[in-house]
């Protein structure tokens, strides 16, 4: 018998929370419901997890700060944030802080499996490749591992990081469409998401910068192309 997906959901609303979990055990997940930032923690400290449902407003801990803190423990389990802000400011700093999507209130409960599911799907697929190793100028990226690595410096990135590497590494000095991007990793290109995308591109600059003679360009309508040395045979 397959093991149930666990979720994490963090949800003050009582009423909503109970209906959420209610709702995703009937799709066949197991779900953790905590009323607050402090109790997800606990309870994510405590148990494993595939995936984090985090309402952004909570009592005792916020879910901006909450997610911060599992990405410290965790960098690569998926983080979905609900909330009924719709400010521009607030959705991006919930990606900045690495979020896989963000749902605003009021929605649908299809519409939340919908994305659980594309994301757990995007996820379980990255797993199950073999590894993947490239060359970018003095660094070597492994894809699987998620790791980066410059003489003797490593540096663990977080699954969207490692994602939209891995695209610029197998599109090397050649265009990735902005697009194709956006479907690819984040499954729809609205605004929100290309903005993110934006946010993972600066990370991944600073990232790079220890070698000059990689740069990762904007191509004006197009896209980004990862400008590095073809490497020696």
């Known amino acids: 018998m397959e093991e149930k997906l666990r979720i994490l959901l963090c949800e003050d609303d009582e009423n909503l929370g109970m209906l959420l979990r209610e709702y995703l055990q ?69 990606f900045k802080i ?17 994305r659980i599911e594309a994301i757990l799907r995007r996820v379980r697929g990255k797993r199950s490749k073999e590894s993947n190793m490239y060359k970018i100028g003095r660094f070597t990226f492994d894809t699987q591992k998620q790791i980066l690595t410059i003489g003797d410096k490593q540096t663990k990135l977080t699954t969207k990081e490692s994602e939209l590497l891995g695209l ?14 956006l479907k690819t990793i984040w499954i729809d290109d609205n605004y929100f998401n290309a903005r ?13 910068r220890a070698d000059d003679s990689i740069e990762i360009i904007n191509i004006h309508g197009k896209g980004y192309k990862l400008i590095t040395p073809e490497p020696e045979e």
């Open 196 to 208: 993110s995308m934006d946010v993972y591109i600066t990370k991944l600059r600073k990232h790079l």
């Open 98 to 114: 690495g979020a896989d999507d963000y749902i605003t209130k009021p929605f649908s409960m299809e519409e939340l499996t919908f």
């Open 26 to 94: 009937a799709k066949g997940y197991s779900a953790e419901l905590c009323p607050d930032g402090e109790a997800g923690y606990k309870s994510f400290l405590k148990n494993k997890f595939d995936l984090c449902v985090l309402d952004v407003m909570m009592p005792k801990k916020d879910g901006f700060t909450l997610a911060q803190e599992i990405r410290q423990a965790n960098a690569e389990i998926p983080i979905i944030f609900l909330t009924a802000k719709t400010l521009k400011e607030d959705i991006l700093e919930g």
């Open 168 to 181: 610029l590494c197998a599109h090397a000095n050649e265009i990735l469409q902005r697009d194709f991007a």
